[in-house]
């Protein structure tokens, strides 16, 4: 059974940084994108971040390029995300997702975790 759980959400007050971590089992995924996806409250889930299965493939959404670092580690089997200079509007749940194509659609992926959540303060 495949299972993803993120971890290392909390509070931060704007400008500072999180590190989410996303620990996969239940199968190797080193031939898949592993994604970061994140749902503020009334809205659609939304692309964050995604990483090929190598590593050196990475892609951002405009809103986090420059201030948010995708990475993994296959022998772990764990994703991260680093979150640098936070604004309020990050505020969201934020998801891990295993899939086979690197994409930034919903529909593109095939596993998801229970999602973190991430609040940050004005």
């Known amino acids: 059974q495949v299972q993803l759980v993120e971890s290392g959400g909390g509070l931060v007050q704007a400008g500072g940084s999180l590190r989410l971590s996303c620990a996969a089992s239940g199968r190797t995924f080193s031939g898949y994108v592993m994604a970061w996806f994140r749902q503020a409250p009334g809205k659609e889930r939304e692309f964050v971040a995604a990483i090929s299965t190598g590593g050196p493939w990475t892609t951002y959404a405009d809103s986090v390029k420059g201030r948010f670092f995708i990475s993994r580690d296959n022998a772990k089997n764990t994703i991260y995300l680093q979150m640098n200079s936070l604004k309020p509007e990050d505020t969201a749940v934020y998801y891990c997702?295993?899939?086979?194509?690197?994409?930034?659609?919903?529909?593109?992926?095939?596993?998801w975790g229970q999602g973190t959540q991430v609040t940050v303060s004005s």
């Open positions: 997702a295993v899939g086979l194509v690197l994409d930034t659609r919903v529909k593109s992926y095939d596993y």
